[in-house]
């Protein structure tokens, strides 16, 4: 079962690993990224492609679910306006095995960071605003799976 | 044939046109989202700065992801932004 | 900050969790082991070696804490009488980048399945008991972080 | 100098000894886990049967992990166990 949840509502870590594990298998991944703290970020501000989001991370997930034997793939992602400590992104993936469910989280971050169309711009405490850039690591860490 | 398409921006893009969407009429000869992007160039020196270097630029045509050479076919939506920075 | 449970108690993930996120860093990596259904297993009974257990986790911590870049591990572990869908193993880690807290967790369950002292016996419905061998696959899953 | 050491078992070595623990007395000249595997193996036909095979068991010498070669030196307790299986 795949669920895609995108919205400014934030999301139960216990609640969506419960209902992954409710779907069989005894093996449950899970990664939560965060709004980090660097000592001068006021917020941060994710937009996205409302037409294109849902789509692209439906699509994500069916490439997961035909790489490794999984029972559940869940990802939230949230959008709009955020502060440090705040959440951003959930994934939770449930397999018969470990291997298959913790490969399989990473391989749905690293393809979030690179192909879903979401956009972040950081406020500093002094008020200047500046878009986040695409990272080289991420890129790298995302085409790793095509090999 | 002539015909409009409706052209999303998003992030840096939006906010340096001012602009969430646009519909514009394009000619037979547009045909793959360079020719869209000469087309943009033209208008004013704003479009030609913002869309000169394609290299920090994506498109997606009706919500998959294209490049500069993919044809524009039937697409109704093409969708021009930075690379994406989720997750 | 390392946290090492072990005991009967059952563990709350988002609990555990929200305690690492509270550790800072903004990446923060869970799994949730379970007693797997596969059709007639009736209980499933955890022994350890009490005197060893606490140090043999802590020092899998530690190899953790020492390899990746983490703001905090934790790890719970239950002993005792289980049955299909309960949990038995969690490990959270938490840090700056998705890839040392996912990469940790991984390491820590492989780890955990070779290297920690606690022993897993099977009741089957029909009454049948056995006691479960080691993997070769976790053998090799837990040597490959030596390489 | 003759002295004694605790011996512990876990999983299915324990409970075909019918076995938590004991005590055994050991020689000037038990020196490894292998001769104290010996002596445990002198016992009778179970505990031969038991501790015959040391590819199927593994030893802790005060809670750390020992091989049948290890010297068991000032060690109180040593742990005799199958391959372990938690996570």
């Given at each position: 079962m795949i669920r895609v949840e995108v919205g400014p509502a934030d999301f139960d870590i216990g609640a969506e690993s419960a209902k992954v594990a409710g779907q069989g298998g005894g093996a449950i991944s899970s990664f939560v990224g965060q709004v980090r703290?660097?000592?001068?970020?006021?917020t941060l501000e994710l937009e996205h492609y409302p037409a294109m989001t849902q789509k692209a991370l439906l699509e994500i997930a069916e490439t997961a679910r035909s790489k490794w034997s999984l029972h559940a793939i869940t990802i939230v992602h949230r959008v709009g306006k955020l502060t440090v400590g705040d959440n951003i992104v959930l994934v939770v993936t449930g397999s018969d095995h470990r291997e298959a469910a913790i490969e399989s989280c990473s391989f749905i971050m690293d393809r979030l960071k690179t192909v879903a169309p979401f956009w972040k711009k950081e406020t500093r405490i002094d008020g200047k605003t500046k878009w986040i850039e695409e990272r080289a690591s991420d890129v790298e860490a995302s085409e790793k799976w095509n090999a | 044939m002539d015909r409009s398409i409706k052209i999303v921006y998003f992030a840096w893009v939006r906010e340096r046109l001012g602009l969430e969407e646009e519909n514009i009429a394009i000619g037979g000869?547009?045909?793959t989202i360079s020719d869209v992007l000469d087309v943009l160039k033209n208008r004013s020196d704003t479009y030609a700065d913002i869309f000169s270097?394609?290299?920090?630029l994506r498109f997606a045509l009706d919500q998959d992801y294209g490049l500069p050479a993919s044809e524009i076919g039937a697409a109704q939506e093409l969708a021009i932004f930075p690379p994406v920075t989720g997750g």
């Open positions: 703290d660097d000592g001068n970020l006021e | 000869g547009v045909k270097d394609v290299e920090k």
